[in-house]
């Protein structure tokens, strides 16, 4: 079930922590939120109208304790139906929700005109009920997930490619390229050099997806290990928090046999390594992500 939102997303990101798949970053949590979905009848008989469309959204709190973090689902802000249209063999139809609208209203228990900064599980579920008799059930319900940021403070990332000018190492645009030879396998130091600032009196989780490993046995790791907890409340901007993403060629035991068969003529095998560091505020209001790629390029000389 494709969906729209509007106000349109600014973006889509990977959050990762307990969720799986695209968030879409909406610019504000101004209400009304509308929310479009589109439902097919994938069946072979004809879906009368009438029965039950279901509509909610949970926001999701942010955890890290113990070395463990990750977004679980939380407070219910909206929940609201509405009845589905009839639907032939292979139609389509759009359903919208007006979240904070007439038709679906906020739960009594909150008051709020804007939503709060944070992640939003937003769940849409067709014929609640069962009351359609259907060979596949388990695709009635479309789970989605929206992102609201926070509207003052802010995470920077600041990324510096080759900070030490390692040998054999340069840059183009965005990416880090690498030339290795054979022999001798090569060591590059802090590839990467990174520093995260938070806002004043935050903690923040720090996370990246380390080591990388190619084909070829090449490795990138980053240091230190992830995740890693910044300043508690209070104590003040948080860092900056340095990262560096280091990469190791393997020794030429991975070249020899691929040089040996290109007959003395110089020969280039090339393979891309990236990494992704994310960072989170404590309340999960603050999502900030940035990438990185490292390109290694193995010349085989004669």
């Known amino acids: 079930m494709p969906k729209t939102y509007v106000p349109t997303p600014d973006a889509t990101i990977a959050v990762a922590f307990g969720i799986n798949g695209l968030v879409d970053e909406l610019p504000s949590g101004a209400l009304p939120i509308t929310v479009t979905k589109t439902v097919v009848n994938t069946g072979a008989a004809a879906i009368a109208a009438g029965y039950e469309i279901e509509e909610t959204v949970r926001l999701m709190r942010f955890f890290a304790v113990a070395g463990q973090a990750g977004y679980v689902p939380a407070d219910t802000v909206f929940s609201c139906t509405q009845l589905g249209p009839a639907l032939a063999p292979g139609d389509s139809a759009a359903v919208t929700f007006v979240l904070g609208g007439p038709g679906c209203p906020l739960d009594p228990a909150f008051t ?24 596949v059930e388990s695709d ?25 000018t390692a040998p054999n190492t340069f840059v183009v645009g965005q990416t880090v390229k690498i030339r290795g030879f054979d022999p001798p396998p090569v060591v590059t130091t802090h590839t990467f ?33 992830m995740p890693i907890l910044g ?70 000389n004669p």
């Open 231 to 300: 300043a508690p409340p209070g104590a003040g901007i948080p860092g900056p928090q340095a990262v560096t993403y280091t990469c190791t060629i393997p020794n030429p035991a991975f070249l020899g046999p691929v040089c040996n068969s290109f007959l003395g003529n110089v020969q280039v095998f090339e393979e891309s390594l990236n990494t992704k560091l994310t960072a989170i505020s404590a309340d999960g209001c603050i999502i900030r992500q940035k990438s990185g790629l490292v390109s290694v390029i193995f010349e085989c």
């Open 140 to 164: 009635n319900d479309a789970v989605h997930y929206f992102y609201i940021p926070s509207p003052v403070l802010t995470i920077n990332i600041n990324t510096t490619r080759n900070p030490n």
């Open 193 to 225: 050099a990174t520093s995260i600032v938070g806002p004043p009196g935050s903690t923040y989780l720090l996370n990246g997806r380390s080591p990388r490993t190619g084909a070829s046995g090449t490795s990138c790791v980053l240091a230190p290990t």
């Open 112 to 135: 709020f005109a804007v939503l709060p900064c944070g992640v939003y599980q937003e769940t849409l579920a067709l014929d609640r009920p069962m009351a359609v008799s259907e060979t």
